[in-house]
């Protein structure tokens, strides 16, 4: 059957319900979403005069949840517009309207009882072959079908989104022994590449995956904490970045998801797997028991393992809590020559060999937390999976883990961590230093690692055919870790090129953050040199956390320091002549940005014949915040997009003051799809990925479409039409005004006034037609002026050390 999902009803409008429904309408699917009708009139609807017959208070739970939702921050919507896209209505009213829909997505209350009465109702409209799962998070999958029909079962399983919807990658995937096979290759297609996931395909066994590792990691610290007497901040120091999790590490992670939550699933584990080895790790020590108690649940009740308050000040001040006393204080420094080691190690695996062998406490609880974890993980294949690398997949999608317990395993060594997991003296409830026998069959066989890269694609070790599998789906994708050592025809400090093959070549960014300083200009100035000779087409990305946040302004402020400007202006000119490459190339240049694309890395992709951007960019030119203008070319790329919009015999003012303003309060958009409303993207000349892994491939198959094309050199533009004084007035008034009323400070003004004099074409008596040239000469002219500012070294001064704008 050629599925095609159009519209997708979501039953149940509660924190995910709501969240899901908007992750569908981001990728323009119709959505219907539907709730429970109010048993009871609230005061205000019965002062007006409504009765329970009323429309307004039927939907009144669902349409407060989606409100609730969209207002929510993290946004779940790409764009607000998108909430067009979902309906809403009652079980009781509306559900007959699921019979025009492709799938239906239960995702109501966690009792079996209630799913299980939904699904009967849910029989009565559906339409026989539609999509029909389940977001339950824990209740086994296959009790859901019981008195279904042979249809409903055929084409049901469970779909766990992990929450919040649109960021997290992570969706678990459960079938049943009636799952039909089709439905299953269909769900997870689509999820991959429709919606963005990291499908992870599970058995139907407590928790699934993702939370019955995620979660037995989380408790195994709560019973380390104790053994190794170590306070809050220091785990959350130990057990975050350095350690490849999130910023939130542990115990704040648990604050945010919530205590309450994080119990529930352990207490599950606990009863649903008898015969989970390690199950006493799922029973509470004391200090949480007593949390629950108190009712400290993290941040839905204000207090958790941390407490933001006011200090005599007025400011504010996040207290920590003492796990012995359950009493709250200010927060220990955490010092530690571990982590200090771990800070001059960039590679994650080379990282964890470091981490290992620390002499401190935080070398301590690195093993003590993972030579256990290796058993735990071991012991659960083939329970939870047949495939190990289904776990590792799990923790980073759902969890943020930079690589997953068996890809900490291979960076350790698997042969000789054995030894140490065996003598490891902290050992947690049930543990007994054994892993499973199927990773000392994978040593006998010679297969010294889980995972080896062969030409270019990952393969993983697979147990019922005792050798290397390539990973299902990862053929199609273009990993820049496992073609570098073989592929790279060119490289310097900050740059790699790569060949990508069919005649594309990939320009990698790999300084801090991606930061475009001198090494980065040489690197995309060979890269267009090369594929201009050698080759069809360049694509401009890279594997790292960010594309790129921008010039290294460390760089600028030394030249603007020693007032070395003709030494900068070199360096803006280069700056500028660089993105000019990048449009005016002989070549097709396609820019693939994602995460932070700031700054330089913003203008880079204005620049591009095509941008191919994953749909969490954060796109933006932000360099007000440090008291300058774009000068690499975003200045004049507005101006001339202004231009562009030029409709009888006058350029669009509005148009222009958007694009003012877009620059003079830095906005950065909070989703691929903000960036084209925004101005960064134009229609026709960009594209989103959703999925963040296919993203590098999708921009090489852009690069080969338009060399195929019979790619033309486009010719460098003299018909940019520009206000002039015109413009200035407007500039000039505008930006009197706001600082008259106190919004902006007078370095602010004189940005702005800068920033209007190069959008405006400068001084000129009336409308005139210019050429890129002259605008990019009159940008780099503005931005050596403000470098020369002393607020400006200030700004730039207070952005390398605090690590955020200064408004003086």
């Known amino acids: 059957m050629n599925r095609n999902i159009k ?47 009323n429309p307004v208070v039927r939907n009144r739970i669902v349409n407060q949840s989606l409100e609730t939702a969209i207002k929510s921050n993290p946004a779940p919507l790409y764009s607000k517009s998108f909430a067009k896209r979902i309906s809403t209505g009652n079980f009781d009213d509306d559900m007959e309207k699921i019979a025009q829909v492709d799938w239906i997505i239960e995702v109501v209350v966690e009792r079996l009882d209630i799913k299980q009465s939904v699904f009967e ?39 766990h989104f992990f ?51 995620g979660v037995y990691s989380m408790l195994a610290l709560t019973h380390l904490v104790e053994k190794l007497n170590l306070s809050v901040e220091e785990v959350d120091k130990y ?84 796990l012995k006393t359950l009493e709250f ?15 001059l190690v960039e590679d994650i695996r080379k990282r964890m060999k470091v981490y290992e062998q620390g002499t401190d406490q935080a070398g301590v609880l690195f093993r003590a937390m993972h030579y256990p974890l290796f058993e735990y993980v071991s012991n659960r294949v083939p329970e939870i999976t047949d495939e190990f690398f289904r776990i590792d997949d ?37 543990q007994t230093g054994e892993v499973a026998s199927w990773v000392h069959e994978m040593l006998a066989a010679g297969c010294e690692r889980f995972y080896k890269v062969e030409n270019g694609v990952r393969h993983f070790y697979d147990l019922a055919s005792k050798s290397y599998k390539a990973i299902p789906g990862s053929e199609g994708l273009i990993v820049l870790d496992h073609i570098r050592d073989e592929k790279t025809i060119w490289k310097n400090a900050g740059v790699s090129i790569i060949d990508l093959g069919d005649g594309i070549i990939n320009c990698e960014f790999h300084t801090k953050m991606n930061t475009i300083g001198a090494d980065v200009i040489q690197g995309i100035n060979k890269a267009i040199d090369l594929a201009e000779k050698e080759y069809k087409g360049l694509v401009i990305s890279n594997d790292g956390k960010n594309f790129s946040a921008g010039a290294n302004i460390g760089m600028i402020f030394m030249m603007a320091v020693e007032q070395d400007y003709e030494e900068l202006n070199l360096a803006v000119r280069l700056f500028q002549n660089t993105a000019m490459r990048i449009r005016y190339s002989a070549i097709p240049v396609v820019v693939a940005p994602f995460q932070l694309t700031l700054g330089g890395g913003c203008e880079f992709s204005m620049h591009a014949d095509f941008v191919q951007l994953h749909a969490e960019t954060y796109m933006g030119l932000v360099e007000f915040g440090v008291g300058v203008i774009p000068g690499g070319g975003g200045s004049k790329e507005f101006a001339l997009r202004a231009s562009d919009d030029y409709k009888a015999d006058q350029i669009d003012q509005n148009f222009l003051k958007e694009r003012f303003l877009t620059i003079g309060q830095a906005k950065v958009s909070t989703s691929a799809v903000e960036a084209f409303e925004l101005g960064y993207l134009q229609t026709g000349k960009y594209a989103i990925s959703m999925n963040r892994a296919r993203l590098l491939a999708d ?57 209007g004099w190069v959008m405006s074409g400068g001084d000129l008596s009336a409308p005139t037609e210019v050429s890129e040239q002259y605008l990019l000469d009159l940008e780099r002219k503005a931005f050596l002026e403000l470098c020369a500012e002393r607020k400006t070294l200030e700004r730039i001064q207070h952005m390398l050390t605090k690590g955020k704008p200064l408004r003086n």
């Open 699 to 755: 921009a090489k198959t852009k690069a080969l479409a338009l060399a195929n094309a019979g790619y033309v050199q486009p010719v460098p533009r003299k018909d940019i039409r520009v206000l002039g004084n015109q413009g200035l007035g407007i500039v000039y008034v505008g930006a009197s005004s706001m600082e008259a009323g106190h919004y902006i400070s007078a370095h602010d003004r004189k940005i702005s006034e800068k920033l």
């Open 239 to 322: 057990t975050g970045p350095a350690m490849g999790h999130p910023k939130s590490a542990t115990f704040r992670t648990a604050d945010v998801v919530g205590l309450d939550t994080l119990v529930n699933v352990a207490k599950g584990l606990e009863q649903n797997a008898p015969s989970d080895e390690a199950k006493g790790v799922f029973q509470l020590p004391s200090f949480i028991s007593k949390m629950i108690e108190n009712k400290w649940l993290g941040e839905k009740t204000k207090k958790g393992f941390y407490q933001k308050v006011k200090d005599d000040q007025g400011g504010s001040e996040i207290l920590s809590l003492n």
């Open 7 to 53: 519209k997708v009803a979501v039953l149940g409008s509660g924190v995910m319900g709501s969240r899901i429904a908007c992750h569908f309408a981001n990728i323009g699917v119709e959505v219907l979403l539907l709730d429970i009708a109010p048993k009871e009139l609230l005061p205000g609807e019965e002062a007006k005069g409504f009765t329970l017959t």
């Open 394 to 430: 799990a923790m980073r999608a759902g969890f943020g883990w930079e690589i997953g317990p068996f890809e900490v395993w291979d960076a350790l060594g698997v042969r000789e961590t054995l030894t140490k997991i065996k003598a490891e003296e902290k050992r947690l409830p049930g």
């Open 329 to 343: 204080g200010p927060q220990g420094k955490v010092k530690s020559s571990t982590l200090e080691a771990t800070k």
């Open 121 to 159: 109702r849910v029989e009565q409209f559906r339409k026989a072959g539609t999509l029909i799962t389940s977001n339950t998070s824990g209740i086994p999958i296959h009790l859901m079908t019981e008195g279904r029909s042979e249809d409903f079962k055929a084409h049901f399983c469970g779909t």
């Open 163 to 213: 929450n919040p919807p649109r960021y997290l990658q992570l969706l678990e995937i459960i079938p049943t022994a009636h799952t039909k096979a089709q439905v299953l290759t269909f769900l997870m297609d689509y999820a991959d590449k429709m919606l963005g996931k990291t499908v992870v395909l599970c058995k139907d066994t407590p928790a699934f995956i993702g939370n019955r590792v």
